[in-house]
Nanobody, 124 residues
Framework: QVQLVESGGGLVQAGGSLRLSCAAS????????MGWFRQPPGKEREFVAA????????YYADSVKGRFTISRDNAKNTVYLQMNSLKPEDTAVYYC?????????????????WGQGTQVTVSA
């Protein structure tokens, strides 16, 4: 089982940027796709972005496409989410997740390991 720890969340004004990091330990994540999900207040968890094991394929939710960028550094066992042009509707707890598969997936059921989450709050 891999352990995932997110960091980089915080309070930012609309239009600002944040970079989330997800550090993995326990086993390498280099063979698996990774993803970011988020849970806005009072809503269900939703897919944000995913990246394949070799970082040659990425996929984004329509709501963040063009503003967010997912990346990974397998040597550091770390995944990142660069968030630009943030909007108040991006306010949520953001979760990092490790897939059981090497290819990109948006299905939360394909992700077997989850971090504890980091809060992102965007003020208007």
């Amino acid at each position: 089982q891999v352990q995932l720890v997110e960091s980089g969340g915080g309070l930012v004004q609309a239009g600002g940027s944040l970079r989330l990091s997800c550090a993995a330990s326990g086993r390498t994540i280099s063979l698996y796709a990774m993803g970011w999900f988020r849970q806005p207040p009072g809503k269900e968890r939703e897919f944000v972005a995913a990246i394949s094991w070799r970082a040659d394929n990425t996929y984004y939710a329509d709501s963040v496409k063009g503003r967010f960028t997912i990346s990974r550094d397998n040597a550091k066992n770390t995944v990142y989410l660069q968030m630009n042009s943030l909007k108040p509707e991006d306010t949520a707890v953001y979760y990092c997740a490790a897939s059981r598969r090497p290819v990109v997936t948006t299905n939360w059921a394909d992700f077997g390991s989850w971090g504890q989450g980091t809060q992102v709050t965007v003020s208007a």
